[in-house]
């Protein structure tokens, strides 16, 4: 009889927004698979959880498919986690999913934190209707992407970096001047910041420090007066 796939979401920051069942289902799987053996290590100590960890990660990803497939269908049941939040959203873990689906494995979500949803429900823009784009891309097709967003009636959430955080408020300036836009750093952390405004006010507070962190950045639909 198969095993199943457990799709378990983790905390973003604050580690008390785990879940029961996911508790539950990180002490039961016969192994967990990881982006990184270091992040998840720290949070199943904290919990005092002890089970097999297994590197998954972008550049693994691939080429351990088979192996997983092959435990699970020999009655090993697997958790999948990401560093942090909700497995396989701007993470690994889709084509894993994907393969788990065609070889008729159970594949069970346990529902938890995700940095997408929290961020837009502080936002105080729209929620009825949006798209979530990830990662814009570092370079090829970034413009032309920016400009279809300028476009967008939805509401708009974007993941960012440390690294590019300040170009991307330079592009909204830029491309979507007239937008209302969100910036969330470190959300549920000790440092937790959420800065709102025109894409001018943001810069004038960016440009002030240095920031470090995760960044979700929630932007109004087109022609949406606040």
Known sequence: MNGKLYIVSTPI???KDITLRALETLKEVNFILCEDTRITSRLLNHFNISKKLISFNVVSEKKKIPNVIARIKSGDNCALVSDAGTPAISDPGVRL???AIKEQIDVVPVPGTSAVITALTISGLPTDSFIF???LPQKKGRQKKLKELAEERRTIILYESTYRIKKL???LVEYLPERYVVVCRELTKKFEETWRGYPNEIKEVIDEKISKGEFVVVIS????IT
Not at 221 to 224: N, Q, R
């Open 13 to 15: 920051g604050n580690l």
């Open 97 to 99: 999913i994907s393969k």
């Open 169 to 171: 408020v330079d592009e």
């Open 133 to 135: 784009e990830g990662f």
């Open 221 to 224: 639909p087109k022609d949406w």
